[in-house]
């Protein structure tokens, strides 16, 4: 290229008035053309497993490690036949809202959810087996506790699966 200089046209958007792009960008702060470089850098990577999604997982009904293809195929057969064996265990959800009594019992476990009635009032809960996060149980209490990819909530007079985190406002 040599000493030949290239003009890029700018036009301002205030006075609009036509300079070169180059001669604008030196005067900027580099803070600001450091933040833009990264920007377009970030757009031009492929998405990868971050931090929210590890690349080895655990079954919620085995408690194997495997990839998350894996995961994918096996799990709800899993979590399944895992719910099962559980009927004669007490169950405590969570994330829930508070509540003095919180044992359910599983009613029936079907193709890709499960039925829970509240012991203390005889209400249902239907929650889809792709919810279940984590069974832990405590054999000598026959407690099994579920965390659920979503929180139980009361709503005045039955009790609901809401999202475990506010959704993020629009805009």
């Known amino acids: 290229?040599?000493?030949?200089?290239?003009?890029?046209?700018?036009?301002?958007?205030?006075?609009?008035?036509?300079?070169?792009?180059?001669?604008?960008?030196?005067?900027?702060?580099?803070?600001?053309?450091?933040?833009?470089?990264?920007?377009?850098?970030?757009?031009?990577?492929?998405?990868?497993?971050?931090?929210?999604?590890?690349?080895?997982?655990?079954?919620?009904?085995?408690?194997?490690?495997?990839?998350?293809?894996?995961?994918?195929?096996?799990?709800?057969?899993?979590?399944?036949d895992y719910l099962k064996s559980l009927l004669p265990y007490t169950i405590h959800l969570c994330p829930k809202d508070p509540d003095p009594f919180p044992d359910f019992r599983i009613e029936r476990v079907d193709i890709d959810e499960v039925v829970l009635r509240k012991i203390s009032s005889t209400a249902q809960?239907?929650?889809?087996?792709?919810?279940?996060?984590?069974?832990?149980?405590d054999k000598p209490t026959k407690i099994a506790t579920i965390r659920l990819l979503v929180r139980v909530a009361w709503d005045g007079d039955r009790w609901l699966l809401v999202p475990a985190r506010p959704a993020s406002p629009a805009g």
């Open 1 to 80: 290229m040599g000493d030949k200089l290239q003009f890029f046209p700018y036009e301002c958007p205030d006075c609009h008035s036509t300079r070169n792009a180059a001669e604008v960008a030196k005067q900027l702060d580099y803070a600001i053309l450091a933040t833009e470089m990264a920007r377009r850098k970030g757009r031009r990577q492929t998405p990868h497993a971050g931090p929210g999604r590890p690349s080895i997982v655990r079954c919620p009904g085995c408690d194997v490690e495997m990839s998350s293809a894996e995961l994918r195929e096996h799990r709800m057969a899993c979590v399944r």
């Open 125 to 137: 809960l239907c929650i889809e087996l792709r919810k279940v996060a984590e069974i832990t149980l």
